[in-house]
Nanobody, 122 residues
Framework: QVQLVESGGGLVQAGDSLRLSCAAS????????MGWFRQAPGKEREFAAAINQSGRGTYYADSVKGRFTISRDNAENTMYLQMDSLKPEDTAVYFCAATTFVTTNKDAYYYWGQGTQVTVSS
């Protein structure tokens, strides 16, 4: 069992940066591939970024590629999402999730955090 807690969301202006954190409980964090997903009001939850167990494999949605950077610190049981050049369309609740094999498919993730709100004003 893994418990995930996101933090770092907030209200920013277009062009600003934010760094989200996902803290995991337990000593098995390094055995999980991790992902960030987001859900805007009235829309389905969508993939944003994913990272494999070692941190050497990263994947991004086209909409965030070049602006967001996913990383992890297995010694600290924490995953990060550095978000730069934020746009109003990045406004959403951001969720971190864990799975066995790295994938962009949200249905493959079986541990989820409660989410953190990111709001980008124009």
């Amino acid at each position: 069992q893994v418990q995930l807690v996101e933090s770092g969301g907030g209200l920013v202006q277009a062009g600003d940066s934010l760094r989200l954190s996902c803290a995991a409980s337990g000593r098995t964090f390094s055995t999980y591939a991790m992902g960030w997903f987001r859900q805007a009001p009235g829309k389905e939850r969508e993939f944003a970024a994913a990272i494999n167990q070692s941190g050497r494999g990263t994947y991004y949605a086209d909409s965030v590629k070049g602006r967001f950077t996913i990383s992890r610190d297995n010694a600290e049981n924490t995953m990060y999402l550095q978000m730069d050049s934020l746009k109003p369309e990045d406004t959403a609740v951001y969720f971190c999730a864990a799975t066995t094999f790295v994938t962009t498919n949200k249905d493959a993730y079986y541990y989820w955090g409660q989410g953190t709100q990111v709001t980008v004003s124009s």
